[in-house]
Structure formats: C-alpha cells, structure tokens
T-cell receptor, first 111, second 114 residues
Framework: AQSVTQLGSHVSVSEGALVLLRCNYS??????LFWYVQYPNQGLQLLLK??????LVKGINGFEAEFKKSETSFHLTKPSAHMSDAAEYFC?????????FGAGTRLTVKP | ETGVTQSPTHLIKTRGQQVTLRCSSQ?????VSWYQQALGQGPQFIFQ???????GRGNFPPRFSGLQFPNYSSELNVNALELDDSALYLC?????????????FGPGTRLTVL
C-alpha cells in the first residue's frame, strides 16, 4: 500500500539555520507527493508538490524538496529558518482520489 | 474570491448523538474532500464528492456519510458518535480539471465527543 513516513515528530532549529524535514514514501507506481504546512488553528496550506516533472521542486516561502527515487525520499528543506516557519508540516502521497498524510513534524524555530 | 469555509468552528456532543458539519467550497470548485485529523496525527481521508456523487472513500464506517449540493457545498454527517470521533474535521475543495493535486483546505471544525 502507498504511504508516507515522516522521520522525527519534532524538529528544532535556530533562526537562520538550515531546515530539513524528512519524508520517505512507499509506492508501487510513480507517486504524486506533496508537502503541506499547518499553522495553529488553521487548515492545511500547500507548500509544494511533485507530479513527475522536475525532481527538484520549489515551493512557497523559500521551501524546496527533492524527489529521490533511489532513496524513496522527498525531504523538505529551507536554507535559512525564519521565526514565522514555526508550524506543523505534513508530507502526503496521492492515491487515486485521496491523499495519504504522514503523522506530521512540528518545527520549532529558536531566536 | 472567498476561500473554503466550514461551520461550526467548534462543537461539543455526547456519545451516541448525531452531528452535521458543513463546508462551502471555494468559488468554481466542484470537488470536495473530507478528512479527520485526530490530535497529534495527520489528516485521514474520509470521502470525496464530485458533482454530488461520492467519488472515493477511505476506511471509515458507514455511520460517516456525506452530501454534496448543486452549489457544490457539502455536509459531513456522523451518527452514533463515539469518543474516538473527537478530532478536527477538514474540508478541502478542488477546481475542475486539476483533480486533487490542487486542494484548498478550510480551517476545520473541531468536534469534541464527551
């Protein structure tokens, strides 16, 4: 069955440091992969998506992710963390008409 | 352009009761998906509606049911509420022709079952 696994339920970085949030997927077919962000008391906002075009995908707010088939990974990165990046981040894979989400990674940014 | 809206924002029910949650999709969007997000977990797909018909369903029992109206707004109904139904319920709409690669989420309804 297709699914995603997010490694690390909590990640803490200092402001200005590199952000790396890990996601591995399992899929028997080429996947469609997504990263969403959720701020407190809000719904999910799409950061970026991979739909079998370029393997390096650029999203909003300076985030990007690289699809690596050999590693079955789709890790999310940002070169320099900002305080406003503190939120919950979800990796997801599309399966037919539904999205299957990971358990989420809470990002904390320290001043 | 108005985004996806959901009502109510919060709701408290007791075990065994029934609840109806509402979602207004973004203008021009004809597909609505519903998700359940338990505390500390990722959203889980409940079902999707396209042009008033159910168009996919996740691993939820039949007491979870839905409707989509001609204006593409949608309802999620849950019968015989259980304590484990306490969660944030998210609605997401998608525009025509893009399938669910383009989903826009509402802020959610937080349901507490006592």
């Amino acid at each position: 069955a297709q699914s995603v696994t997010q490694l690390g339920s909590h990640v803490s970085v200092s402001e200005g440091a590199l952000v790396l949030l890990r996601c591995n997927y399992s899929s028997s077919v080429p996947p469609y992969l997504f990263w969403y962000v959720q701020y407190p008391n809000q719904g999910l906002q799409l950061l970026l998506k991979y739909t079998s075009a370029a393997t390096l995908v650029k999203g909003i707010n300076g985030f990007e992710a690289e699809f690596k088939k050999s590693e079955t990974s789709f890790h999310l990165t940002k070169p320099s963390a900002h305080m406003s990046d503190a939120a919950e981040y979800f990796c997801a894979v599309r399966i037919n008409n539904d999205m299957r989400f990971g358990a989420g990674t809470r990002l904390t940014v320290k001043p | 352009e108005t985004g996806v809206t959901q009502s109510p924002t919060h709701l408290i029910k007791t075990r065994g009761q029934q609840v109806t949650l509402r979602c207004s999709s973004q203008s021009g969007h004809n597909t609505v998906s519903w998700y359940q997000q338990a505390l500390g977990q990722g959203p889980q797909f409940i079902f999707q509606y396209y042009r008033e018909e159910e168009n996919g369903r996740g691993n939820f029992p039949p007491r979870f049911s839905g409707l989509q109206f001609p204006n593409y707004s949608s309802e999620l109904n849950v019968n015989a509420l259980e304590l484990d139904d306490s969660a944030l319920y998210l609605c997401a709409s998608s525009p025509p022709g893009t399938n669910i690669n383009e989903q826009f989420f509402g802020p959610g309804t937080r349901l507490t079952v006592l």
